[in-house]
């Protein structure tokens, strides 16, 4: 996939094409980041997944760091979902219960409330088959002014899409199609 390429990259309430990048977190691009499948709804992100070895601190235990970035993510893209994006100024992080290595997760982040241009959220990680809290987070975000939102859209090729729509690759694999045979 090439780096221009939009990407579906929910299938929530509110789908979405991102163009791929190297994001640790949500990046495509970057072989050893997260990759992490993210889900909008207003005022809202979720992603659920399960982490390898390669993201352990104690043996046997996902790093607390690694859970500390899907917290940020699912926060900040909430932001996202409500076109608020955002830049953290400040994140605490609760550690309830280890999360061990390859146990399906849910991350979730919303936004929590606004004062100026301080946007507050929170964030929780949960087991995904029973709901037991795991780690919590709250976060500090400065919003982006109007011209940063207009320029990270731009630069990222950031747009909401009807679920009936076609995806950006979809569209351009059927023209390539159309061409080939024309």
Known sequence: ??????VR???????FEIAAHHCFACGD????????????SEGRCWTQLALGPEFEG????????ILTTILDEVMAWALVAQDAWGMTARLATDFRLPVRVGQPIRAEGWLSGTRRR???TEARIVDAADGQLLAS???LYVAA???QRAEFKKRYRFRLVDAA?????????GASRAGAGA
Do not use: Y
């Open 1 to 6: 996939m090439s780096e221009a390429a939009g």
């Open 9 to 15: 990259r929910s299938t929530g309430p509110f789908d």
């Open 29 to 40: 691009l970057n072989e050893r980041g997260l990759r992490l499948p993210l889900h909008l």
């Open 58 to 65: 104690w043996e046997g235990i996902i790093h607390g760091g």
């Open 118 to 120: 301080l946007l507050h």
């Open 137 to 139: 987070a709250t976060g």
């Open 145 to 147: 002014t109007p011209a």
């Open 165 to 173: 729509e076609p995806s950006a690759e979809t569209s351009a694999a």
